[in-house]
Each structure stands twice: as C-alpha cells, then as structure tokens.
C-alpha cells in the first residue's frame, strides 16, 4: 500500500498494451511512477527491473481481427509468446471458433500459462461448457484435450507439453448467452529445451577402489 493505492506483482512478462489491457481486466492499470517516492517504494518492494529491446516472443494475434487456424512461436525464430481471444478485453465476438498451434524446435518442449480467462458458459458456479480447450500431443499420438474451461478456476494454470507442440482450442457459439459479459482469455507461452544431464568431472582414476565415501563436485 502506498498513498492509499495497491499494487500488485505477476511473475509472467508481457508486452506494454497486453500488460495495460490485464490490469484493466482486473480493474487497475499499469503503475505510474511518478514520483521518487513511489519510485523508492516500488523498488524497496520488487526490485530492480530492465527493458529489453530484441524481439524474442511472438504475438500470435498481432495486426489479426479474426482467428481460424493460428501457428505460434515459428520454431528457431520464438521462445516466448502471447496468444488472447479476438477483442480482449472488452468486445469478445459473437461466436467464434479458433485454434492456435504453438511450435518450438525439435527436442524442446512448451510452457503455457493462462492468465485470465473469462469465457461464455458459465452458469450456477460451474461451467456448462468447456469453452477453452489445452491440448497436448504424446510424440506420434493424436491430439489429447487435457484440460477445458470456462473461468480462470482461482489461480492461474500452468501447463507443460510432452513434445514441442501445443495446442489451444476456443469453441465459442452462439447457443451461448453470455458473450456481451466476457473479456476472453489471455495466455503466455515459453519453449525451452531439455538441458543435458550434469555428469561427474575430474573423478581420480582409482575412484573404482573405494567403497566407503564418495565425494563428487558438480560444475
């Protein structure tokens, strides 16, 4: 709390308007720094921060209105990424259904959180419709619906693919009654590769002697 103002922290990176657009999802928007006080409680409270300006992460919605059948992270080119639903937050369509397909390179494997999702087909506490559908795909195995939603369930879910693809599915129709009510949804993405495995260096020759006790050093 500071000057009768609340802050709040989230761990996932965005970029600036997709960061404005959550915070007012939320209610707020993104802090202000206006003065060195606010600048000095700030920092006692988060820390030090930077900008960057290479362009790693791909916003798979980008100059799109619509969305049918949308390829994300572009292996080798990616390894970060943001996907919404058309309009977010505040004019989700009618009915649409989407998919968006995130790709990393060979050996690597995706990470994706779901930020906010605010979905048609929610009813009585409980949703009536899995609207929004993660997918995954078990080397050469068809693709598997691991989990389906509606509303962000209280925390923000996190996911791990088996392989280097994933896969979100948005199936919003007009058999639906609450679409003027929604802001969509909001997802990140991250490709990482496997890191090989830590192997014992500058073991002695005559380490096969000894029974007893073994000390290893790790690099």
């Given at each position: 709390?500071?000057?009768?103002?609340?802050?709040?922290?989230?761990?996932?990176?965005?970029?600036?308007?997709?960061?404005?657009?959550?915070?007012?999802?939320?209610?707020?928007?993104?802090?202000?720094?206006?003065?060195?006080?606010e600048n000095d409680?700030?920092?006692?409270?988060?820390?030090?921060?930077?900008?960057?300006?290479?362009?790693?992460?791909?916003?798979?919605?980008?100059?799109?209105?619509?969305?049918?059948?949308?390829?994300?992270?572009?292996?080798?080119?990616?390894?970060?990424?943001?996907?919404?639903?058309?309009?977010?937050?505040?004019?989700?369509?009618?009915?649409?259904?989407?998919?968006?397909?995130?790709?990393?390179?060979?050996?690597?494997?995706i990470t994706l959180?779901?930020?906010?999702?605010?979905?048609?087909?929610?009813?009585?506490?409980?949703?009536?419709?899995?609207?929004?559908?993660?997918?995954?795909?078990?080397?050469?195995?068809?693709?598997?619906?691991?989990?389906?939603?509606?509303?962000?369930?209280?925390?923000?879910?996190?996911?791990?693919?088996?392989?280097?693809?994933?896969?979100?599915?948005?199936?919003?129709?007009?058999?639906?009654?609450?679409?003027?009510?929604?802001?969509?949804?909001?997802?990140?993405?991250?490709?990482?590769?496997?890191?090989?495995?830590?192997?014992?260096?500058?073991?002695?020759?005559?380490?096969?002697?000894?029974?007893?006790?073994?000390?290893?050093?790790?690099?």
């Amino acid at each position: 709390m500071f000057e009768e103002r609340c802050y709040q922290k989230f761990p996932s990176p965005l970029v600036w308007w997709a960061a404005e657009n959550y915070c007012q999802a939320l209610g707020g928007h993104l802090a202000a720094v206006n003065t060195l006080e606010e600048n000095d409680f700030l920092r006692d409270n988060i820390g030090n921060g930077w900008i960057g300006m290479k362009l790693v992460c791909d916003d798979c919605m980008a100059r799109k209105t619509a969305c049918g059948n949308i390829r994300c992270g572009i292996p080798d080119q990616y390894r970060c990424g943001l996907i919404y639903s058309p309009g977010y937050p505040t004019a989700f369509p009618s009915s649409v259904i989407c998919l968006w397909t995130i790709e990393g390179a060979p050996g690597s494997f995706i990470t994706l959180l779901l930020l906010d999702v605010d979905l048609p087909g929610y009813s009585g506490g409980a949703c009536t419709s899995r609207v929004l559908q993660v997918r995954d795909r078990f080397l050469t195995v068809g693709w598997n619906t691991i989990h389906g939603l509606c509303r962000g369930e209280g925390e923000q879910k996190r996911y791990v693919s088996s392989s280097n693809e994933m896969q979100l599915a948005m199936l919003a129709t007009s058999s639906n009654s609450d679409f003027g009510d929604s802001r969509g949804f909001m997802a990140t993405f991250n490709v990482s590769t496997f890191s090989t495995s830590r192997q014992v260096q500058n073991l002695p020759d005559d380490a096969g002697n000894f029974y007893t006790l073994f000390l290893f050093y790790f690099t």
